[in-house]
């Protein structure tokens, strides 16, 4: 299929979703509209709720916090799970002797401890930060574990014929692996720091995208609430464009292979 | 057997244990030098493996083999007796149970710094470009990067890889591949060469062409070869002696012949030559029983 057929059926499938919505929140269909407009708004309500959001300017300061929450999250999550998954992977007696609270904490359901982050931390970006590092963390933390111990024996064995030290050998193959794993991931601890930071900012905030839409909510604004949403998915897709752009020069090494948005 | 001094002490020691008349095959070395110690020398050497189920597993058992500098050495043996263990004991990636190695005289304690190891498995940084992978060696002993990359990029030349310095291993093909890995071998100029089956997952004509690249590039400095092979052809056609190992487990050396064909020599030629012939036959007598052996103790799995 080439690339303009392809455009063009997506772009289909977009026109017949908001065409059903517009049609069945809006035309009565033996004598009733299907979906009533309180409950499910409409599509011109919600772009127009979203043009003006843009056009009072609104709209930037929420979605400036969220970013720089997920932003925050992303880097601290990703040094330390690194960090952490390195010294890890090679040392395998801390490693055993932490791995019951790794599982023990990596299977709590995050959204328990913003209760916790908004005592410690108040309702500022900190609160939702810390949110969005324990969700990044132990993706990057498995990836670069894994990438460490991963490490192909002839690679390293090679390594130290070439006359490595364990210092060069970290460097030189330790590390690049590990680096090439946490990559392969990008997508997905990006995704968790942005749904950190939203979370948190729906479970208590005073800006964000997240307290956009939780402030619709609490008004029953349901054109407000699919606004919210609608500028989160916008904001969702350019990060990830941005994510795919920088995978693409990290990873030049790496033969191409399907999709691992692991 | 009629023996240099050189290579003396070890042929006997390994002819003791093995009494089984075997031995009496080896013509003995003409290289090496009497005064000189030998490349690699291992004496005695049992290599056992712990196996899972804490049972141990002998791998090889009293090996002795001498390679005296300049030599270019094949071991010869069916699938799974153990010729890489012999090759990793002289490399020091792994201690033997029992016996000595010793590197110029030295025992081996640690890696042995002065031997190039050429992999079976792709063994290069996939995350360096060609000439990285070259440069590295030079790079980690301290060569500036700069000068590192130039002797990297004439070191592609010679193993005809020059337009291909940037591309990244897996842009390249299998033969490309054991191309670039030969010359970041051979850029450190290791006093020894330690190849295990490094052609062996090539196609026939690849492995014709990398075998003359490898004589070519050896004659001009002729280092000290340790070459193990399953490809007694292959042996015979680059080898200035060839050794044959039992089938495993508790490996052992059970022939050692001198070839002497002349050098230089083209690997394709030669193996119409008669004397070539003529030594396939001999050989192939005694390997091909432990072949067998081999063969049905993997169940033919292979």
Known sequence: MNRATLLALQVLVAVVVVGLWHVLTSVPIFGTVLLPPFFFSRPSDVAMRIWQWFADGSVWKHLWITLTESVLAFVIGSLGGALVGFWFARKPLVAAVFDPYVKMVNALPRVVLAPIFALWLGLGIWSKVALGITLVFFVVFFNVYQGVKEVSPTVLANGRMLGMSERQLMRHVYWPSALSWMFSSLHTSVGFAVVGAVVGEYLGSAAGLGYLIQQAEGVFDVAGVFAGMAVLAAFVIVIDIGVSMVERRLLVWRPATPDTHG | ?302
């Open chain 2, 1 to 302: 057997m009629q023996e240099t001094a050189a290579n003396g002490a070890a042929r006997e020691a390994a002819a003791g244990p093995r009494g089984d008349g075997l031995g009496g095959e080896g013509r003995g070395v003409e290289s090496g030098s009497a005064d000189r110690p030998c490349a690699v020398r291992l004496t005695d050497l049992d290599i056992t493996f712990r196996l899972a189920d804490r049972s141990t597993f002998t791998a090889v058992r009293n090996a002795s083999l001498a390679l005296a500098d300049g030599e270019f050495v094949a071991i010869v043996g069916p699938t799974g007796c153990g010729k890489s263990t012999l090759l990793n004991a002289s490399a020091g990636l792994l201690t033997p149970a029992a016996g000595s190695v010793e590197i110029f005289g030295a025992p081996l304690a640690g890696l042995n710094r002065q031997a190039g190891y050429l992999f079976q498995a792709d063994a290069l940084f996939p995350w360096k470009t060609a000439v990285e992978n070259v440069a590295i060696g030079l790079e980690i002993a301290g060569t500036r990067t700069a000068e590192a990359r130039e002797r990297a990029k004439t070191w592609l030349g010679r193993v005809g890889l020059a337009t291909f310095a940037d591309r990244y291993p897996h842009m390249l093909s299998g033969g490309q591949r054991k191309r670039v890995a030969l010359a970041q071998v051979l850029i450190r100029d290791p006093k020894i060469l330690l190849m295990d089956e490094p052609f062996g997952p090539l196609d026939a004509q690849t492995r014709q062409i990398m075998g003359n690249l490898l004589l070519d590039l050896w004659s001009s400095d002729r280092k000290g070869v340790l070459f193990v092979t399953h490809d007694l052809e292959e042996a015979i056609a680059l080898a200035d002696r060839v050794v044959i190992m039992s089938a495993g487990p508790a490996a052992r050396i059970i022939g050692d012949w001198t070839i002497p064909l002349a050098r230089p020599r083209d690997i394709a030629e030669i193996k119409l030559d008669k004397a070539f012939h003529d030594l396939h036959r001999e050989i192939w007598a005694v390997l091909r029983e432990e072949v067998m052996k081999g063969y049905i103790q993997t169940g033919g799995a292979e």
